[in-house]
């Protein structure tokens, strides 16, 4: 038996090196993996020495020689393949392992040359590993280090696997296809090309999932880059977590991501904000943001902007909350948030990946955008009012202006001190959305006298501005930009409201 190991990531090669040695195997390998395992005392062939010609142009042409691939590609049921290979004095090579040039890490570095970027462009990697899979009934194909054991396993049992050699096979076309679409988006950004005319994906699969929205749909988490966005968190308590939860979690970090190191809190149900507020610390922002609407934050999904203290998890085990993350937890809080079993607490910093666009499915296709930029500040607004907003009134539209970029649309949000105190959110229009703020702010005993609002897009008409009126806002923010704006106007001037554009819409379908 010959095994051909040429890898980048060297993690836990050798073991599974030794292992082969033991039983018997021949090893053949190239460059620095041959190095290595000379160095750890194996007998190790190079390339060159079963090809009879020898590594060139660099290191770009090494493997790719018909004495490699003849050695993979020949089906050893087949007669006549097996006299072709003989008759060219090639022999079988039965177990390949590759794991490609570091690629998308080479791309990623800061200032990276593109002529360092095209040399970490793998050719023969891929060609073995997909002559390998092809021929994977009778070539063990290895391109994850994790899979090292279990092929192991089975050569010192001297018995075969079928289905784990078919699991390998899927594994590599799956890895190659990634890799090349990696590759593909780096020369559509070379050329300044968001959206070229194929959108290559390639996601990994961080865990199943229970089943997804609904008890009878299955699902699947799915990240674009292990270690970023929601993968990145750690889970220090709580049980598994479920497809609705993270969109949840999404949704909180939305809401609290224009907020930067502000100490803020957002409480989430059904990804849209039910509570949002700013504070001297975690447990202050909590307490402002419950106030907002403390009968829909149960059964919630709780996000902080800054650690979670002691205090704070105190507050927040008194609620029945499904989730809570933040940037870190001191120890003590999480042995008190664990303490309910079904509470999911998750800890780190889930930034997006750079450079990463907006997906959304649709049936039979993908809306591929921009992600939202963060929401304008008031050095780009302008006060269209005769009255200008006071420096409280400000402040007040400077949070709403934040906080509703990440309520759904329609969506209206009145606020004060910092804090949301109705949010009418989704609704099918504008005067709606009002009507639900002002509802929820009154209902729950919140005064709206001298209240801010946030509009996520403009007021088609002035029945919005006449029934934030009715119920004491003196100063609104909306994006502008209506047929009837000078009738929106002239409504906020005669009711001495304080308004102001800012010139960006900021829906959330």
Known sequence: MRALLSVSDKSGLLPFAQGLVAKGVELVSTGGTARMLRDAGLAVKDVSEITGFPEM????????????????????????????????DIGTIDLVVVNLYPFRETAAKPGVHAEEVIENIDIGGPSMLRSAAKNFTS?????????????????????????LRTLLAEKVYAHTSGYDAAIAQWFAQQRGEPFPDRYPLSFEKQQSLRYGENPQQRAAFYVEKPGTGLGALVQRGGKELSFNNLLDLEGSLLAIEPFGDQPACAIIKHTTPC????GTNALDAYKKALACDPVSAFGSVIAFSVPVDVAAAEAISSLFVECIVAPKFADEAVEILVRKKNLRVLEGKASWPAGTMDLKRVRGGLLVQDRAPAPSEPAQWQVVSSRQPTSQEQRDLL????????????????????????IGAGQMSRVDASFVAVHKATSLGHA??????????FFPFRDGIDQAA???????????????????????NEHGIAMVFTGERLFRH
């Open 470 to 492: 009715a119920a004491g806002v003196t100063a609104i923010v909306q994006p502008g930009g209506s047929v009837r704006d000078a009738e929106v106007i002239a409504a906020a």
């Open 275 to 278: 509570g949002l507020a700013t």
């Open 139 to 163: 070539v063990w194909v290895i391109v994850d280090p994790s899979d090292y054991a279990k092929v192991l396993d089975v050569i010192n049992a001297d018995s075969d696997d079928q289905t």
């Open 448 to 457: 709206t006298t001298g209240s801010a609002l946030g509009s996520d897009a």
């Open 399 to 422: 949070f709403a202006w934040k906080s509703v970029a990440s309520v759904k649309s329609n969506a209206i949000v009145l606020v004060r001190d910092g804090a949301t105190i109705g």
């Open 57 to 88: 142009l660099d290191g770009r042409v090494k493997t790719l020689h018909p004495v490699v691939h003849g050695g993979l590609l020949a089906r050893r049921d087949l007669p006549e393949h097996m006299d072709a290979i003989k008759a060219h």
